[in-house]
Nanobody
Framework: QVQLVESGGGLVQPGGSLRLSCAAS????????MAWYRRAPGKQRELVAA???????NYADSVKGRFTISRDNAENTVYLQMNSLKPEDTAVYYC???????WGQGTQVTVSS
């Protein structure tokens, strides 16, 4: 059974940090590039960051220099390290196998003082 399970969201003050984790089924992690998306209230879903099996990365302009995506192929896990968080980063963050219908359930990130 294909699964993507996110964790690590929460409430953080502006300027703070969070690390999101996504544990994936080996059957998809070993094949696909992985990505983090987010959907803020009233906005469309946007691609935040993506990483290939070879660990090449790509970021949305809004998070470059603040967020880092990485993957642990031994643990079938992809991470999103988020630093210097801003209120506009508030959203539900989703993990996905890029270009597929495989999505996690989402984890809420709220940046507020």
């Amino acid at each position: 059974q294909v699964q993507l399970v996110e964790s690590g969201g929460g409430l953080v003050q502006p300027g703070g940090s969070l690390r999101l984790s996504c544990a994936a089924s080996r059957s998809i992690f070993s094949i696909y590039s992985m990505a983090w998306y987010r959907r803020a209230p009233g906005k469309q879903r946007e691609l935040v960051a993506a990483i290939t099996r070879g660990s090449s990365t790509n970021y949305a302009d809004s998070v470059k220099g603040r967020f880092t995506i990485s993957r642990d192929n031994a643990e079938n896990t992809v991470y999103l390290q988020m630093n210097s968080l801003k209120p506009e980063d508030t959203a539900v963050y989703y993990c996905s196998a890029l270009g597929t219908a495989y999505w996690g359930q989402g984890t809420q990130v709220t940046v507020s003082s």
